[in-house]
């Protein structure tokens, strides 16, 4: 659907069944719009960061189905234009859809706080999936914390409404979006096409570019910046086109991890487990790979992977068009990268397994789900015959940028992957890293694991491990 040409002071969208508009500024948190402004307040606040799900809302945004997300890290900017479901819009006709019936009589709530969300989040699953696997229920409420009940009443209550049938209602007309809104001083321009995001990014150097936002949306929810002028990245039609080729995928840097997961997972298992763990089913829906690598995160779960798989990454602006270099050399220093102020990721290009070929991507945390990585290691490697003919090994958590073990690699070229060449390999990791302690891990202890993961690669490719990243 076609922006409308004018500049507007309402976010318009569609809230339960109905077109609605509110003059807002548009970097109000969506929470704060449902609940203060539309009245709705089955939507809870609990963390404010996206972590804990009680926020959880259904959106639509084009043809798509609708999908959990988190109303507290998300903006009204990102309301405009798209379907939005809360808890109080599920029932149909007055009556209780299956799934909260199968909730109230099974007794999986007590507080009920979390509960809203739960309904939710898994509403979205036996909306996409009529017969869901117990593993997708648990995936499903991987972003829901529940203190009163354990997780076992509530699957009991998925299983049961799966089996009622749950059809999605249909889908609402959506309302016209705007190319740009303005209100209380915050103004959001929203471009469809590659040139005008770089003459905008030109024109506004220092404007916030929104993705998903579930990076920089924490900091809003909690107050903590204003967000005067706004570039949102999420109709811009390259940046939210997905190619394949038989040798790599090109993801546009507004592709979410929920779309980019879907692509991977038969080729790159280890991979999609990753991304299963790095983001819930509703962060994974808004979350952006464009975003992930921009925010240049050392302890950011996307770009080790990526830069171990050898991906490349496409940046451009209007002065000087485009370019495109490998992911590893993006990053430069502490939240530093290449990206020059005039310019913007354009795409990540991926890519895709051959013959001879092994990957394995490992994540130490303090919870296994939802939780910011200590160390993370990717690790990939070619063979001919049965020694290692190329390498690649990346680290997060282990430097100020996510960052190649080159000296390691080096160690491993030319040798059989047996228990000689991993021991000279670890010792050489020193060469590599000095890293730091934190609240997360010390010095000591992250450079141990990080040593005992390449241990743990080779012990996979021999079918030592039961279990990719049980760790």
Known sequence: MNPQATTADTIRFVLNGKEVSFAVRPDTTALDLIRNRAHLTG?????????????????????????????????AAQLDGVELTTVEGLK?????????????????????????????????????????EEEAIHDALAGNLCRCTGYRPIVEAAKAAAKTGVRPPEAADLPQWHSEISFDGSVLHQPAALDDLTALRAQYPDATILAGGTDLGVARADYHSDWDRIISTRRVKELRAMEETAEA?????????????????????????????????????????????????????????????????????????????????????????????????????????????????????????????????????????????????????????????????????????????????????????????DWRGSAAYRMQTAKALLERFARDLQGEAVEVMAL
């Open 43 to 75: 939507t809870k606040e609990g963390c404010a960061e996206g972590d804990c799900g009680a926020c959880t809302v259904l959106v639509r945004r084009g043809d798509g189905p609708r999908q959990a997300a988190n109303a507290c890290i998300m903006t």
């Open 92 to 132: 149909q006709n007055g009556v209780m859809t299956p799934l909260q019936d199968a909730m109230a009589s099974n007794g999986s709530s007590q507080c009920g706080f979390c509960t809203p969300g739960i309904v939710m989040s898994l509403t979205g699953l036996l909306e996409a999936s009529a017969e869901p």
């Open 249 to 437: 995928w090109t993801f546009g840097a507004a592709v979410t991890w929920e779309e980019i997961l879907q692509t991977v997972r038969s080729e790159y298992p280890s991979l999609a487990t990753l991304i299963r763990r790095f983001g819930s089913t509703q962060i994974r829906a808004m979350g952006t790979v464009g975003g992930n690598i921009g925010t240049a995160s050392p302890i950011g779960d996307g770009p080790p992977a990526l830069i171990a798989l050898g991906a490349s990454i496409t940046l451009a602006s209007q002065a000087n068009g485009a370019r495109t270099l490998p992911l590893e050399d993006f990053f430069l220093d502490y939240r530093k990268t290449e990206l020059r102020p005039d310019e913007v990721i354009v795409s990540v290009t991926v890519p895709r397994p051959k013959g001879g070929e092994e990957f394995r991507v490992y994540k130490l945390s303090k919870r296994y789900d939802q939780d910011i990585s200590t160390v993370c290691a990717a690790f990939w490697i070619a063979t001919e015959g049965s020694h290692v003919s190329a390498c690649r090994i990346a680290y997060g958590g282990m430097a100020a940028i996510p960052k190649r073990a080159k000296t390691m690699e080096n160690k491993l070229l030319g040798r059989e992957l047996d228990f000689d060449s991993v021991a000279d390999a670890v010792h050489s990791l020193h060469d590599d890293f000095s890293p730091l302690s």
